[in-house]
């Protein structure tokens, strides 16, 4: 009854809305299964995007023509820029977001695309023909063809749900679990794992005294996700910080015995860097207080998140510890927090394009690769849907360096040395985090897109524009000077030494005390200058200034590392008749088939010393 | 962990709503438990409220203080007043409704009600103690609670999808069932009995020809449900209409042998008038056509309700043969319809306050009684919750009259008849239509609700002053002439035949072709009195005038029927003891019991005998 599909994406979470949109976007025509039409784009834990790395991540999506940042933008209900204080490196956007109005947005987002068709059904069963993916069987036993297949089931197969000793099954809380195509991929030879995730209770936010919280407003002078100029929401609401403290922990504890985490009943492992509030009061006996973080659901709702007391805990020892934290004395819950066990893939059996390397056309993004969050998702679903595009167009594929984009990273280091535990992103994944900024996502990103024909020549000219534009403002620094007469006044109410003798502007604003405004107060030419552009420029300009020298120093690294990242091994490389190798750095190269001389590098148990056998091999 | 509630309403879609609403209004602590937040007040099949006689339910719900008519006013996305060409008794207040605000606006009602918590989990069990509900356990294994408990399950007790030969546990597509509270009922002594309602699918709009179709716009100048000043949205959207064929139908039988229906999977009773439309092409085999309504999910999703198109056939089936419609030639499917199945507790076991016979404190509301559709529901749920809370305080309870309300008709129906289908409502249950119109909803039941405490003494005033005024221009209508030069030229224009004397303008008015305005344009006192009332003052004036005998007459029968109607019976009366009563008779009184003389009349298989022997006992 379905005609056939270029590329059937499977599951209407992050990974599949960016998969199914990217494909459509590129031309294909694209048919997205999902369970439950009502529940696209649901954010499962906490309604919110990006932070630390997360929003390199959105930022990164949003320059090559994926929606994530354009939806979260659209439906922030606050905003922040974290790390401020820190390097620009550091800077990292996040929102807090209207969880109904996300998932709305996104999914008429994914109506205006003429080249998605919806289909509310549950996949069971892969279609395999010649070794090559080619559609699906679902529960209504229907079978759709398709050229290929993206795969993003999320915590959805054979999702078990965990509330202290009560278990049921389920793909989030009221859904149902997805079944059987766990089991028919490992029979096609597949490796499955066994993971877990948790989220915390929701409270009546009628029921807490914020008096006793620390406010925690949004930025003032707002920023934004996307590089387009799509139109922000005017007000923001306000956010409340409170601490658990001992009572809260040892109320806690007196659950541990009936916990599903500490009497074994969960056996997937948990995201370490988001744990439970059971295992931080574990891990970290010493420390007396944990954050807590109260974050509205939505623009007018009561709903309250509890970010940070994420829990499995029998619910009425969540309430009952949750009562001790300052503000929640009389709180009354909504629902309880629990823990999702659910199967992933390890990510090691795929290619860096996302295809796996048993089944040809078939791609797998988001949580079922092994990792959290949304964007993570996103970003895996929005590499998968162009590569199944470009795949079953025989174009070039698309696989992002480490050296160029967070995406790249993570992508890499799932391929390269898989995971064991769910997978989220940080900066210091990233060695070279000073270039991967969230300022220059565009620069580095918006011209691959582009070429791939998913970004408009006028958005890339925008683009070169914004760069042409700070690289005129730090020619100007570079080329002229300023007397110190005219500058030390300003230096002094800087709180910074003087000069004693006339300096170029670009040296003087390599001051950390220094912005390109306190600049332009003496230098009437600079003050025309920047008044033809817009902040965004301005502070390009100055970012590129002060950390030059670092920016310089990061390059010059990446160019030498360019000669083994560059260097291409033929992923059907015969590594067996390599006798130099050692053991099991010919096992882990054959498993992961490395696309690079890098890649190869990373591989663990791969040792510089077999990094030479290939080197001298292939020279 | 929770405190006791005064009650506990078990259910949140229409009638779980309004019945948590109206015990909270009245000053209840109310529990609202329900299996997923986000799907409080989900419309489970199509988008729209109201309709010939169910409008005149919502108009009856807002006139008593309940928000169904104000929920589905706020998300309006079209509006018509079915029935304008016929008598205003006829005239239905019909909206088309955003799915997804509707949910959004009716969660954030509830979250704005003090008295109101929220709970999500799934009731198990009823507590009984000494014969009164006194709280529930739910799967978390909580026991909560409660003075009463309101049950509202809506079609989630064991339910089970159907969609050709496939079958599926589920309340509704994508939702698990509810299980073991029928199993507990049943223990208890409660008789259940199986039901079952279908849906159409939904299509994609962009794969629609609307060219092919009949535009249907919404009236120009729009009317509302809500008596309350909330404000309207502005546009409007379109919908369809379009015809099957006798292709379409012969396409839907192929597929028969596989009907659930037709096999005899499906041994719940589905809704007579409401069929499915294989029920439709099986039934009314002579026509060659039936009508379809195109109908837009939402403001600006692409989703389509296929309304007429019920259907459980084979997905494929469904599809082939909607192609075959004008405009559907190439329709892409977003969601196949599909039948459910689910217990529903024939309602004969109720007392005409929604109360169970069996246990005290138990109140069933909505599709759980046997009844189908949200209007039903909801009003249903606005009684249980006040009877409950008017129970629990010893204060009166409400029971409203067949001659004041359809919301009477309804429960009447309900309690004295039982149901061996889905109930819905039409205007040919109302003997006393012509009194249960929706423009006096205000002015027969908002005195009643005031008298509960549920409306405002403002609002009182206001429907007093709207009758008052209304009064007031059919007084001078009544007391005022006019000669024949100035009203013959008016009645010449419009048609109808000239006076030969000087006439009251009430006389004159009574003609079909005259409207009030005409008049008032021979009579400036006239003009300049309505010029101080608005529209619906003015409207309810003329209707009083034009159907005045109409009225009169049906207030006499109404009179006349009062002395039985009045005529209350102990409900412990001991009807054994009457030995000339008929055997039926007093099997089925004492299973009615019921509250008044007219009840016991409406009783099947009491007689008018056996109503004589009734009234020269208790006389
Ligand atoms: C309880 C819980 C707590 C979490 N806590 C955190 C946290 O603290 N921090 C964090 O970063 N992340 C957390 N996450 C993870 C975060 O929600 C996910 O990383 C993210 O949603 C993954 O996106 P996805 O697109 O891969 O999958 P999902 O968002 O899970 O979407 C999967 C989609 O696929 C559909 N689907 C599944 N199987 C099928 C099938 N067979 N056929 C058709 N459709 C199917 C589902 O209906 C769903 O629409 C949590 C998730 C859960 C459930
Ligand atoms: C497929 C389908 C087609 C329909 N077609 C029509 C139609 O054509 N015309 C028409 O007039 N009506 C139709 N209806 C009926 C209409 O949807 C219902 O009459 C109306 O929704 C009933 O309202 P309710 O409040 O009684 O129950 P529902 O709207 O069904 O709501 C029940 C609520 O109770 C919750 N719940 C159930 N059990 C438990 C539990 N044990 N613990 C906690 N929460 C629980 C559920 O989660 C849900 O929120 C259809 C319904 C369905 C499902």
Not at 89 to 112: I, T, V, Y
Not at 592 to 606: C, E, H, M, N
Request: hydrophobic share 35%.
């Amino acid at each position: 009854m379905f005609k056939k599909y270029n590329i059937i994406v499977v599951g209407g979470g992050h990974a599949g809305c960016e998969a199914a949109a990217a494909a459509a976007n590129l031309g294909s025509s694209v048919l997205l299964i999902t369970m439950n039409m009502a529940t696209i784009a649901q954010m499962s834990c906490n309604p919110a995007m990006g932070g630390v790395a997360k929003g390199q991540i959105v930022r990164e999506i949003d320059a090559m023509g994926g929606y994530s940042g354009i939806i979260a933008d659209k439906t922030t209900i606050q905003f922040r820029m974290l790390n401020r204080s820190k390097g620009p490196a550091m800077w990292s956007p996040r929102s807090q977001n209207d969880r109904m109005r996300f998932a709305e947005e996104w999914r008429l987002q994914l109506e205006s695309l003429p080249n998605i068709d919806i289909w509310q059904d549950t996949v069971k069963e892969i279609i395999v023909k010649n070794g090559r993916a080619n559609g699906v069987v679902t529960s209504l036993g229907l079978t759709i063809e398709s050229d290929a297949v993206v795969l993003t089931n999320g915590t959805f197969l054979n999702g078990t749900i965990h509330i202290g000793e009560k278990r049921f099954g389920g793909g989030r809380t009221g859904e149902k679990a997805a079944t059987g195509l766990t089991e028919q991929l490992v029979s096609l030879g597949f490796q499955s794992g066994r993971m877990k995730t948790g989220t915390p209770p929701r409270v009546d936010g009628r029921s807490l005294d914020y008096s006793k919280m620390e406010e925690q407003w949004g930025d003032e002078e707002r920023g934004r996700f996307s590089f387009t100029n799509v139109e922000l929401p005017t007000e923001q609401r306000c956010c409340w910080i409170t601490y658990t403290n001992e009572a809260v922990h040892e109320t806690l504890k007196e659950g541990f015995e009936k916990s599903p985490m500490f009497t074994g009943r969960i056996k997937g492992l948990g995201p370490r860097y988001c744990p439970s509030i059971e295992d931080k009061i574990n891990r970290f006996a010493e420390r007396d207080r944990h954050q807590i973080f109260v974050e509205p659901e939505g623009w007018k709702t009561v709903e309250i998140y509890v970010n940070g007391f994420s829990t499995s805990l029998p619910e009425d020892i969540q309430l009952k510890a949750l009562r001790l934290i300052p503000g929640f004395e009389n709180a009354r819950m909504f629902r309880p927090g629990y823990a999702i066990e659910y199967d992933y893939f390890p990510p090691m059996q795929l290619d860096l394009t996302l295809e796996t390397q048993q089944i040809k056309h078939l791609f797998f993004a988001g949580q079922i690769n092994g990792t959290t969050g949304y964007e993570e998702a996103a970003s895996q679903g929005f590499i998968a849907g162009i590569n199944a595009h470009q795949r079953i167009n025989d174009l070039h594929e698309l696989i992002l360096k480490r050296s160029e984009s967070y995406i790249g990273v993570l992508i890499d280091d799932l391929v390269t040395k898989g995971t064991e535990e769910p997978y989220r992103m940080f900066t210091s994944r990233a060695e070279h985090r000073l270039l991967l900024r969230q300022d220059n996502a565009d620069a580095r990103l918006t011209p691959i897109a582009h070429q791939l024909g998913l970004v408009s020549d006028e958005r890339l000219e925008q683009v070169k524009q914004k760069v042409a534009s700070a690289d005129r403002i730090v020619e100007y620094l570079r080329t002229h000077s300023v007397d110190t007469d005219a500058i030390n006044p300003i230096l002094q109410e800087l709180h910074t030494s003087p000069l004693t003798q006339k300096t170029r502007l670009f040296h003087i604003l390599t001051r950390p005390q220094v912005s390109i405004g306190d600049i332009s107060r003496t230098d009437s030419g600079l003050a025309t200058l920047l008044s033809n552009f817009d902040k965004a420029i301005i502070e390009q300009a100055e970012i590129k200034v002060k950390y030059d020298s670092y920016f310089e120093k990061e390059i010059e690294i990446v160019n030498k590392m360019r000669r083994m990242e560059d260097q291409e091994i033929n992923p059907e490389f015969d590594y067996t008749s390599l006798v130099s190798l050692s053991k099991e750095a010919r096992e882990k190269l054959i498993k992961v088939k490395p696309r690079t001389l890098g890649q190869a590098s990373r591989i663990s148990g791969v040792s510089p010393s077999d990094i030479s056998v290939l080197m001298v091999h292939m020279s």
